[in-house]
């Protein structure tokens, strides 16, 4: 079976500063990653994927992240935080096959101050 | 860009009675699924859906639950004699058929069992 964990369940950082949120995953075939998030009362909208492409990922909103087999891991990153950036972010992941489900690791609150 | 579409937003009911919660997924997509997330906990897969049967369902997803695709273009999630632990956001998301393809959420349905 697989799973997420995400390190931090809240991360601080100042405006401008680079933002990394980590993410390892547990996964017996290849898996499909992916990073959402997630607004104060709103829905959960997807960042990037990771489907067996290109190991770094581009996303919305200057976010991207880099699958790393050797590390399982697939951390989230973005060179300068904006104060909209703040929010829930979650990483996700599912098997290599249509129809799977996705499962979620916790979350990160990301919190950017000025 | 289209959209998945949740109804209603917030739901109040008492304990013992049904709910329905009601979702128009994306005209195209094949894969229906139903999440819920638990005030201040993380996103849990409940169920999903594909070929007018259900694919995969989790612990959670027990005698209780329910799902139906009535019409051809609603996805329903029935909870029978809701219970207080019920509470939660229930998101519905739904995939088109190729495993290249992100999950479109909707916005979720908060339901609020007193």
């Known amino acids: 079976a697989q799973s997420v964990t995400q390190l931090g369940s809240h991360v601080s950082v100042s405006e401008g500063a680079l933002v990394l949120l980590r993410c390892n995953y547990s996964?017996?075939?290849?898996?499909?990653l992916f990073w959402y998030v997630q607004y104060p009362n709103q829905g959960l909208q997807l960042l990037l994927k990771y489907t067996s492409a290109a190991t770094l990922v581009k996303g919305i909103n200057g976010f991207e992240a880099e699958f790393k087999k050797s590390e399982t891991s697939f951390h989230l990153t973005k060179p300068s935080a904006h104060m909209s950036d703040a929010a829930e972010y979650f990483c996700?992941?599912?098997?290599?096959?249509?129809?799977?489900?996705?499962?979620f690791g916790k979350g990160t609150t990301l919190s950017v101050s000025s | 860009e289209p959209e998945v579409t949740q109804t209603p937003s917030h739901q109040v009911t008492q304990m013992g009675q049904e709910v329905i919660l009601r979702c128009v997924p994306i005209s195209n997509h094949l894969y229906f699924y139903w999440y819920r997330q638990i005030l201040g906990q993380k996103v849990e897969f409940l169920v999903s859906f594909y070929n007018n049967e259900i694919s995969e369902k989790s612990e959670i997803f027990d005698d209780q639950f329910s799902v139906e695709r009535p019409d051809g273009s609603n996805f329903t999630l029935k909870i029978r004699s809701t219970k207080l632990e019920d509470s939660a956001m229930y998101f519905c998301?739904?995939?088109?058929?190729?495993?290249?393809?992100?999950?479109?959420f909707g916005s979720g349905t908060r339901l609020t069992v007193v």
């Open positions: 998301a739904s995939r088109v058929a190729g495993s290249n393809y992100g999950y479109t």
């Open positions: 996700a992941v599912s098997l290599s096959q249509a129809g799977t489900a996705l499962i």
């Open positions: 996964s017996s075939v290849p898996p499909y």
